[in-house]
């Protein structure tokens, strides 16, 4: 591991996110750099610093409860009024089917003790985090940086796949694209590309495969690449991977349909893909996360 | 009232930290109140939305993030709780090591981007995925602002450490300075002197 990326990781050392195999290599790290081990632990003290001055702060919480309180009981017994939905057919179906490993150069070093020992922690639960996406989409409407121009759309497409063609590729038919962003799932961008045909919403997650592992029951094979889907909080997710893009389509249409929708996007992406890699630079991600971003400002 | 007694449950029991962050987002109590009293009336009245044995407290406090970004602009101008400026204030006499309120007026000035990752991520122990999710910014720039935020407080507290350091060092100056510290100093000189002389009247070696 280098000292740049354990400056990077530090948040999710500290925060426990990391999962056990990134944690030990970044503390066998820690025991042979003392500039990384140095700086880590000016970042526990301070925290313990912070830690300790927001304890001793006297937070009296009492003249705000009472008000809350005698605010929800004049409002008790019409307490009918409901948040808003979108309707499921229109909301999208932001809704993963991935399973990322962290890769991590491996290291030949002996186990060592640690400095500030860390809880081994679960993989990040990407299906738990597509959920809970879902749901600020419909409960709490969370402000998106979404992109409806069809022109920065496509812009956006060719700045992250390399490849503005991969927007029609993955188009169902009978749909259309509707709108774009950049998000984060896994730790990882994707590309998220929602498509719709007046009344379904389908979404698109697409990003340059790096040997992601995808889990999941094999539901169908396009000349050769298997198409994996699941079922998800009712929503229906299948995933394919080319030898350029891993893909993962969200619906909440019936299983067989979200297959097919992969199955016709693998046909057409793997038939235009190259058989060398091409390395999109990761500073287009970044530019395009930017991009999606400055909408917002 | 059955609703009202799971609310009070799942999320009351959640004020103080709500208030404890909105101090520290918008620099008044008077504000910080407010806010987290809009934030609970609107977790109430979605309530029924809310799925049980999700995280409550992540959800209490996007809604609370949403209503402050769009009050923001107002409060910007207010003074942090605590400030710096407060702390230079304070006597010289004052040498315990790094106190609380140095550490929260360093913390209070803070760019409030790194400002509220920090509280976030350090006092309230939120992970970074939740904070992306709260913020509703990828989690690569809630790890950075982590970063840049504890490098930047280290450095405003290794700058208070100093500003004590020096404080204390005039103070222990001026105290030497006294007749009262001279008349001290001398005799502790002279019973130095006495020390070094053996019985007989001469030095020792």
């Known amino acids: ?275 060398s890699k091409h390395a999109v630079p990761s500073r287009l991600l970044a530019q395009a996360q930017e991009l999606a971003v400055r909408k917002t400002a | 009232m059955q609703k009202q007694q799971e609310f009070e449950q799942i999320a009351l029991v959640h004020a103080q930290s709500l208030l404890r962050t909105a101090f520290r987002l918008t620099g008044s109590r008077e504000a910080a109140e407010d806010l987290v009293q809009e934030a609970l009336l609107r977790a109430w009245r979605s309530f029924e939305q809310f799925e049980r044995g999700t995280n409550a407290k992540a959800w209490l406090f996007k809604i609370m993030l949403n209503l402050s970004s769009r009050q923001w602009s107002q409060l910007r101008s207010l003074p942090p709780v605590h400030s710096m400026e407060d702390v230079r204030q304070q006597p010289a006499t004052e040498l315990q090591p790094m106190a609380n309120a140095h550490v929260l007026a360093a913390l209070d000035g803070l760019p409030e981007e790194h400002r509220v990752v920090l509280v976030l991520a350090v006092i309230e122990g939120f992970t970074c995925k939740e904070i992306a999710k709260m913020l509703a910014i990828p989690m690569g720039t809630v790890m950075s602002r982590l970063g840049r935020a504890r490098a930047r407080l280290r450095e405003q507290l290794q700058q208070v450490d100093k500003n004590l350091s020096a404080r204390a060092a005039i103070a222990a100056s001026a105290r030497s300075d006294s007749p009262a510290a001279k008349k001290t100093a001398d005799w502790g000189a002279a019973r130095g002197a006495d020390a070094r002389r053996s019985p007989d009247g001469g030095l020792i070696q």
């Open chain 1, 1 to 275: 591991m280098k000292c740049s990326e354990v400056e990077y990781m530090a948040p999710l050392y500290w925060s426990g996110e990391l999962d056990a195999q990134a944690t030990a290599e970044l503390d066998r790290h820690l025991q042979s750099c003392s500039a990384c081990a140095h700086a880590m632990e000016l970042e526990r003290h301070g925290d313990e610093l912070i830690q300790q001055a927001a304890a001793a702060e006297q937070i009296d919480a009492a003249p705000v409860l009472a008000r809350v309180r005698a605010q929800i009981a004049a409002e008790s017994p019409s307490v009918s009024r409901r948040w808003r939905w979108a309707p499921l057919v229109a909301a999208s179906a932001a809704a993963v089917f991935l399973f990322t490993f962290f890769l991590l150069p491996r290291q030949n070093n002996s186990s060592i003790p640690t400095i500030q020992a860390r809880p081994a922690t679960p993989a990040v639960n990407i299906l738990a985090d597509a959920a809970d996406d879902h749901h600020d989409e419909v409960v709490d409407h969370l402000q998106r940086e979404w992109l409806y121009s069809a022109s920065e759309i496509r812009k956006l497409v060719q700045e992250g796949t390399g490849n503005s063609a991969v927007l029609t590729q993955l188009t169902p038919d009978g749909y259309h694209i509707e709108r774009a962003r950049i998000c984060e799932l896994g730790m990882k961008n994707y590309l998220h590309l929602v498509y719709s045909d007046g009344t379904h919403e389908v979404s698109m997650f697409v990003r340059q495969q790096e040997g992601e592992q995808l889990a999941g029951a094999e539901r169908d094979t396009v000349n050769g690449t298997p198409v994996l889907g699941d079922s998800y909080q009712k929503l229906q997710v299948a995933a394919f991977q080319s030898p350029r893009y891993t893909v993962v389509v969200v619906s909440d249409q019936p299983m067989n349909a979200t297959v097919d929708f992969a199955r016709k996007a693998a046909g057409a992406v793997k038939a235009s893909d190259k058989t």
